[in-house]
């Protein structure tokens, strides 16, 4: 059975969740976006091995880290979707214009597309690419723990905003309705920055999205 842990990194607090198997404790990290000794304390803690980094979207605060993070332990960077080629390109002016520390240059070992699966010792993700907060997001979702790991698509009470470049705001309604919603009300979504809501509630209340 798939089970995560969200550590808040960065001054954005950014949740990045460290997800594994609980039967054979491979883990895999989405979007570390800094905070790298934090990550890795808890990998340890919990008596984990890293075998990956899962990337919902290239914006600094969710993968600043990852170049180093890669580089330290050797791991394959899976994701996002090529539509977020230019944000990584400028990983370094994001890095400046947000007074991060310097990110490393990558290049993703795999890019993602919608359909897509990702899998983790005995545990498999769908992808779903949901594009409107980037041109190139991605969502990771296990139906069997009915768990989505949705980056800054929704939060609750809220979605992602699409004033940065490549944003979309048409297209982000849209990556919530058509790609989340079927999920299923009773999915737990983690999102990239805040408390974890369910989709029901959000169908329901969301202002933005909600159909009351």
């Keep these: ?14 949740n990045c969740s460290l997800v594994w198997c609980d039967e054979t404790r491979d883990a895999a990290v989405i979007d570390p976006g800094g905070d790298l000794d934090r990550l890795l304390d808890a990998v340890a803690q919990h008596g984990l091995t890293l075998k990956a980094i899962w990337l919902t979207h290239a914006h600094i605060d969710h ?7 890669a580089q330290r332990l050797g791991l394959p960077i899976i994701g ?3 539509g977020d080629q230019f944000w990584i390109d400028g ?5 400046a214009m947000f007074r991060f520390p310097p990110a490393l240059a990558f290049t ?14 005995h545990c498999e993700l769908a992808v779903r ?10 969502v990771f979702h296990s139906a069997q723990a009915k768990r989505a790991f949705v980056g800054d698509v929704l939060f609750v009470g809220s979605i992602g905003r699409t004033d940065f470049p490549g944003g979309n705001h ?3 309604l849209a990556s919530i309705r ?3 919603w079927p999920m299923g009300d009773d999915t737990v979504f983690i999102p990239g920055h805040g408390p974890e809501g369910t989709f029901g509630q959000e169908r329901r209340s969301n202002p933005f999205v909600g159909e009351r």
Excluded: K
């Design 178 to 180: 058509e790609r989340l």
């Design 170 to 172: 048409e297209e982000l």
């Design 129 to 138: 690419h949901c594009p409107g907060h980037t041109p190139g997001h991605v």
């Design 91 to 95: 990983l370094p002016q994001q890095s």
């Design 63 to 69: 993968a600043g880290g990852t170049g180093e993070l």
């Design 108 to 121: 993703p070992t795999q890019w993602l597309a919608d359909g897509d699966t990702v899998r983790i010792g």
């Design 1 to 14: 059975m798939l089970q995560y842990l969200t550590i808040p990194v960065t001054a954005f607090a950014q």
């Design 80 to 82: 996002p979707h090529p």
